[in-house]
Nanobody, 124 residues
Framework: QDQLVESGGGLVQAGDSLLLSCAAS??????MGWFRQAPGKEREFVAA????????AYADSVKGRCTISGDMSKKAVHLRMNTLKPEDTAVYYC???????????????????WGQGTQVTVSA
């Protein structure tokens, strides 16, 4: 059974850094990504790593502040976030895609497996 488990969330101050990690188990994944959802807002794309293309993708809102990395053999992915802002406050979800990738998967609909989420709160 496919499963994703996130870790690393917490309460930090603006300007701090945070490392989120996701451990996956189960089948083969072509891409893994991070999404976030703030209260009252839709789930939005943050970053993705596409194993089959050996590429990464970032949302404009985090580009330059976040780095996604991972190990396909270990099915692990990490998201390093720097210079955190209060608007980064959200529940962060790890996601995995079990189908071949075309382009950069930025929509939640393009992912097949989801973790439970980890809360990130950035105080001003």
């Amino acid at each position: 059974q496919d499963q994703l488990v996130e870790s690393g969330g917490g309460l930090v101050q603006a300007g701090d850094s945070l490392l989120l990690s996701c451990a996956a188990s189960g089948g083969t994944f072509f891409a893994m990504g991070w999404f976030r959802q703030a209260p009252g807002k839709e789930r939005e794309f943050v970053a993705a790593i596409i194993w089959s293309h050996d590429t990464t993708a970032y949302a404009d809102s985090v580009k330059g502040r976040c780095t996604i990395s991972g190990d396909m053999s270990k099915k692990a992915v990490h998201l390093r976030m720097n210079t955190l802002k209060p608007e980064d406050t959200a529940v962060y979800y790890c996601a995995a895609r079990k189908r071949p990738v075309v382009g950069g998967p930025r929509s939640p609909l393009e992912y097949d497996v989801w973790g439970q989420g980890t809360q990130v709160t950035v105080s001003a």
